[in-house]
């Protein structure tokens, strides 16, 4: 990661942190009193990105995503069922090309 998204991620923070409001100008100021340059659009995009969301909840549940797990496992087991069905219908569709070849001609006769 370079240097400069390093420091808008941290200028972000830094602004979440002391419950400021996340804009593109308090970035770039952050960042310039680092002096690292950021073009002004990365911080722009940064704040869009972050407007209107919680940095410190979403920090607090980086790792949390127990329910996600439990909720696929009902889908995969269905998915489970139609790849077993999957392999009958491969078993069927190669009987029917084995009879091409009981008509007593073959691609390369």
Do not use: H, Q, R
Not at 15 to 34: C, N, R
Not at 75 to 104: I, Q, V, Y
Request: no cysteine; net charge negative; hydrophobic share 50%.
């Amino acid at each position: 990661m370079a240097t400069s998204e390093l420091a808008a991620t941290y200028a972000a923070l830094i602004l979440a942190d002391e419950g400021i409001e996340i804009t593109s100008d308090k970035l770039l100021t952050l960042t310039s009193a680092a002096n690292v340059e950021l073009e002004p659009i990365w911080a722009s995009l940064l704040a869009k990105a972050l407007e209107g969301k919680n940095v410190k909840d979403l920090l607090s549940n980086v790792g949390s995503g127990g329910g996600a797990p439990a909720a696929a496992a009902p889908a995969a087991a269905a998915a489970g069922g139609a790849a077993a069905e999957a392999p009958k219908a491969e078993e069927k569709a190669e009987e029917k090309e084995e009879s091409d070849d009981d008509m007593g001609f073959g691609l390369f006769d």
